[in-house]
């Protein structure tokens, strides 16, 4: 019999893996069968609360759905070891991943890994070859990706009229932490999470740049940290700048200090497209963007600058419903796992080479920063 649910163990009790789990309940192909934590009382306790809010549901393959209450685990490798368990997503510190991604491999799991994937790209390639020798996926969470506005957005990046030859993309994503988040917030602590800002929101803003190219690699990039916590070890507040084969390049800015921002404009020679929440969706039934195609009317001393904007959106709820992104994540992702095929991903090209393409573009630009920001290059 062909097999319809992909059961998934969560290995750590992040905040972000809460999302995950009420994608996993409204994928309709998949169940969370286990939860591991290092303190078994802590995946009791995520279990508890995510439960009270959206009850796990075990569908039996002869029998109606029943709700069924996932395994606590205190142990990673225990849960890995299950023959119970298809596929595992991994919510654990970047520094601490690659461990937990080979061992699943070599348990043949496969893996959703959250972002940034490694500490170094090298790690990120030996975590994706394990995968590969193993014969399992290997996707990173990005779950923009996986949202129904980018093949219209790249519909409108195609239009010749209204927008032209793509020449430059900009992105933008920060949010201000609290008092507490230099001492408290992993993401400042350059054990756990030494990329910082630029791992945890930069990792968006690259992607949405090779996106927009293609998936072409730059030629060349350059970064700097503009703030930084942990004794100068972790960035805060980061800009980089990427080069690409002809007239195209790309900047953003990322930080731990900036009110929530998640715009991204992507510009060309006749017009430009901008999107308000490239990330994270605004609360909405729909996701949106404009395109703009703006003209500088001059006649003797009368000048008028004339906006021409389109608004454009797709149906798709902002989250926890089944056409949300991060559903769509959850199911392509067990889908591929059913299929065996292990090539989902944005497009055609395969997620794993999606994620260590922004590993490499991530390494190169930590390199530039560490070199006062010269421009590094990515050409082999």
């Not at 750590?12 to 309940?25: D, M, Q, S």
């Not at 994503?173 to 230099?182: A, R």
């Not at 794993?352 to 930590?366: E, G, I, M, Y």
Request: proline share 4%.
């Amino acid at each position: 019999m062909t097999k319809k649910i992909c059961r998934w163990g969560f290995i750590g009790a992040a905040a972000i893996a809460r999302k995950n789990w009420k994608a996993v309940r409204m994928s309709g192909n998949s169940v969370v069968a286990a939860v591991a934590s290092r303190d078994v009382s802590r995946a009791e306790a995520f279990i508890h609360d995510c439960s009270l809010e959206c009850p796990p549901v075990i569908e039996q393959e002869d029998e109606h759905p029943t709700l069924t209450r996932p395994l606590a685990i205190g142990d990673y490798q225990e849960l890995i070891d299950r023959d119970d368990i298809d596929a595992v997503y991994i919510a654990l510190p970047t520094s601490l991943r690659k461990k937990w991604v080979i061992a699943a491999a070599k348990a043949g799991k496969h893996v959703l890994c959250e972002k940034p994937v490694a500490v170094h790209g090298d790690d990120a390639e030996e975590m994706i070859q394990a995968c590969r020798e193993a014969g399992v996926g290997f996707m990173d969470g990005v779950m923009f990706d996986h949202s129904a506005r980018l093949p219209e957005l790249r519909r409108s990046l195609k239009d010749p009229d209204r927008f032209g030859t793509l020449r430059r993309i900009q992105t933008h994503f920060s949010f201000c932490g609290d008092d507490s988040f230099d001492q408290s917030n992993i993401r400042a602590s350059a054990e756990l999470e030494p990329h910082g800002c630029l791992g945890d929101l930069g990792w968006y803003c690259i992607r949405m740049s090779l996106w927009a190219s293609g998936f072409q690699m730059p030629i060349a990039v350059a970064g700097r940290s503009i703030r930084t916590l942990d004794e100068g070890r972790v960035p805060s507040e980061f800009q980089g700048e990427l080069r690409f084969e002809g007239d195209l390049s790309a900047g953003f800015f990322c930080s731990f200090h900036c009110v929530n921002q998640q715009t991204a404009t992507l510009s060309g020679d006749r017009g430009y497209i901008t999107i308000d929440d490239f990330v994270l969706p605004f609360v909405d039934a729909e996701v949106k963007w404009q395109t703009n195609t703006h003209d500088l009317q001059i006649h003797n001393c009368r000048w008028n600058f004339g906006r021409h904007s389109t608004s454009h959106a797709v149906k798709e709820h902002a989250s926890g419903e089944p056409d949300s992104q991060e559903v769509r994540m959850i199911r392509n992702f067990a889908v591929d796992v059913l299929q065996n095929s292990h090539h989902i991903a944005p497009g055609s090209i395969h997620a794993a080479d999606v994620a260590l393409k922004t590993q490499r573009v991530l390494d190169a630009l930590r390199r530039s920063d560490a070199e006062f920001g010269a421009w590094v290059s990515l050409e082999e």
